[in-house]
Nanobody, 120 residues
């Protein structure tokens, strides 16, 4: 089995910064991509950022220029640096990874979620 464990999050004032991290462990042969989703209160889950196996990155329009995704491939860890946070960034943030397991299958796995609250 594969586990994704998230760290970071919390409360911050508008304009502040937070850093999330997510470490994958378990029966991992390789990781195709790692990224972040979020679910604002009363809304559906949306993709925030993604880092592909070739280093390509994707950002939602709403976070471009404010959030930065990075990966430590040796440690199977992905980070999300969030700067200039806005109240609209308040959400539960989830880590996601597409993993080729030791059995040769590719599945996506999710972290446990972490609350990010931006308020004055």
């Amino acid at each position: 089995q594969v586990q994704l464990v998230q760290f970071g999050g919390g409360s911050v004032q508008p304009g502040g910064s937070l850093r999330l991290s997510c470490k994958a462990s378990g029966n991992i042969l390789s990781i195709n991509s790692m990224g972040w989703y979020r679910q604002p209160p009363g809304k559906g889950r949306e993709q925030v950022a993604n880092s592909g196996v070739d280093g390509a990155t994707y950002y939602a329009d709403s976070v471009v220029g404010r959030f930065t995704i990075s990966r430590d491939t040796a440690e199977n860890t992905v980070y999300l640096q969030m700067d200039n946070l806005k109240t609209d960034d308040t959400a539960v943030y989830y880590c996601n990874a597409f993993v080729r397991t030791g059995w040769g299958l590719i599945n996506d796995f999710w972290g446990q979620g972490t609350q990010v609250t931006v308020s004055a």
